[in-house]
């Protein structure tokens, strides 16, 4: 059961590439999500989905985007990757409403 | 907009003592509020969840948190700490109906495990 599996696991780019951080799952749960973590920040949500092709900004949207052309897939694109997005990146998933919601292993990202 | 807030950034517990971590939650409406322990370099695993009913909520790894509405807390206890306890603990209050439109997470509060 590999439920939920983000790549890269680790990744180093530059500042103004383009990055895209791929989450992918295997239960067909309605809902996914992107966080990402900052030491002193805690987890604070990105984006996030209820359904293919529904997708809703978070608390920190600025610099993303995001797509759910399929229900399995979420993937995160950077598309002028600045410093400021140097992170740990989270993907979560939650089945329906009021049921567990599960987070991946996270992908880290750096941008130099 | 909702919030939370996790007062202690580190807490040092001897092996075998208990444990209690403070949340304190804001949201205008009924909360969905969870618990989640995160090791180093892992993702997050839910030890717990409180959406409604009896206040007094029992988890996995013999976690137990109890919703206050009027103190608007929802902290965290052991009452008998393992080493292997020892990381990091995050608050969240869910967004939506049971956290669908995502989760607003405390801080953290760092545990350390003394032998």
């Known amino acids: 059961d590999a439920g939920i599996t983000q790549s890269p696991r680790y990744k180093i780019t530059e500042t103004g590439r383009q990055v895209t951080l791929m989450c992918h799952q295997t239960?067909?749960?309605?809902?996914m999500f992107w966080y990402r973590q900052d030491l002193g920040h805690g987890l604070r949500l990105i984006y996030y989905s209820a359904a293919a092709d529904i997708t809703d900004k978070g608390e920190v949207p600025d610099g993303y985007v995001v797509s759910r052309s399929k229900t399995e897939n979420f993937p995160l694109t950077l598309e002028s990757a600045t410093r400021s997005q140097t992170s740990v990146y989270f993907c979560?998933?939650?089945?329906?409403?009021?049921?567990?919601?599960?987070f991946g292993e996270g992908s880290w990202l750096t941008v130099v | 907009a909702q919030s939370v807030t996790q007062p202690d950034i580190h807490i040092t517990v001897s092996e075998g003592a208990s444990l209690e971590l403070r949340c304190n939650y804001s949201?205008?409406?009924?909360?969905?509020l969870f618990w989640y322990v995160q090791s180093p370099g892992q993702g997050l695993q839910l030890l717990l969840k409180?959406?409604?009913?009896?206040?007094l909520v029992q988890g996995i790894k013999g976690f137990e948190a109890e919703f206050k509405r009027s103190q608007s807390s929802f902290n965290l206890r052991k009452p008998s700490v393992h080493w292997s306890d020892a990381a990091e603990y995050f608050c969240?209050?869910?967004?939506?109906?049971?956290?669908?439109?995502?989760?607003?997470f405390g801080k953290g509060t760092h545990l350390i495990i003394q032998p």
């Open positions: 969240a209050v869910g967004a939506g109906e049971g956290g669908a439109d995502g989760l607003t």
């Open positions: 979560a998933t939650q089945g329906s409403v009021g049921n567990t919601i599960y």
């Open positions: 409180y959406f409604s009913g009896d206040t």
């Open positions: 239960w067909s749960h309605s809902y």
């Open positions: 949201y205008g409406a009924t909360p969905y």
